[in-house]
């Protein structure tokens, strides 16, 4: 018997394979881009952020070849879902950097940078939809 059914626990289904595998991919090549083009990637990391823009790019990069990778290995989508939901927040200071240091470039470059800001909410919910629900009790009997 599995540590989740002696617990009490319904296994889950797998949920949204076509949407993590998505996710997994974009997010995989998010994180070769960061260091086949880092300069990009140091430029939008907020300059206050020790020891270095770097370190910042380096780290988030392997964070999302990590993140990537589970969500397209079923046995680790779920949890593989949660990280990229804490990845996505974490980052997040970036792409608000970013919208603020683009504030005088070219309307096309200002454009992007605002896109990136609801996307990242957009991520956060494929992510979630991915993960299911948190609760996962079998529904008891009324």
Known sequence: MTRSRRRGL???PPRHPRAAIALGAFLGVAGVTHFTNPAFFDAIV???LPPS???WTSLSGIAELIV???LLRPQWRRRGA???VALLIAVYPANLYMTWDWRDRVVGDQIV???RLPL???LIAIA???AGPTDRRAPRDA
């Open 10 to 12: 319904t296994p889950l």
């Open 46 to 48: 907020p300059p206050w």
């Open 53 to 55: 823009e770097r370190f």
């Open 68 to 70: 990537a990778a589970m």
């Open 82 to 84: 949660f990280a990229a």
């Open 113 to 115: 940078s605002w896109v």
């Open 120 to 122: 990242q909410f957009v």
């Open 128 to 130: 979630l939809s991915i």
